[in-house]
């Protein structure tokens, strides 16, 4: 079992940067990999960044270039720096985490990007 909170969601100009972070608890070995998601209203939840065990990374192409996928294995965190925000970027964005074939959410954050 893994338990996934997210933060560091909230209202910010286009243009502008925000930093979430996903922290991890429960059973957390053998997680293969983790990701972020995002969902907006009326639309299909989408991938947006992966994260491996090994330190691979890959991202979706809306996002390439802007965002940025990492981790801090010590305090069981991954991150999701975002750098020139748009106003399609707005969305509810959720982490994940794959342990043994099985994927876990967290409640998600809401991002609203918007002048």
């Known amino acids: 079992q893994v338990q996934l909170v997210e933060s560091g969601g909230g209202l910010v100009q286009p243009g502008g940067s925000l930093r979430l972070s996903c922290v991890t608890s429960?059973?957390?070995?053998?997680?293969?990999?983790m990701g972020w998601f995002r969902q907006a209203p009326g639309k299909q939840r989408e991938w947006v960044a992966t994260?491996?065990?090994?330190?691979?990374?890959n991202y979706a192409d809306s996002v390439k270039g802007r965002f940025t996928i990492s981790r801090d294995n010590a305090k069981n965190t991954v991150y999701l720096q975002m750098n020139s925000l748009k106003p399609e970027d707005t969305a509810v964005y959720y982490c994940?985490?794959?342990?043994?074939?099985?994927?876990?959410w967290g409640q998600g954050t809401q991002v609203t990007v918007s002048s």
């Open positions: 429960g059973s957390i070995f053998s997680i293969n990999a």
């Open positions: 994940n985490a794959n342990q043994w074939g099985r994927l876990y």
């Open positions: 994260l491996t065990s090994a330190g691979s990374t």
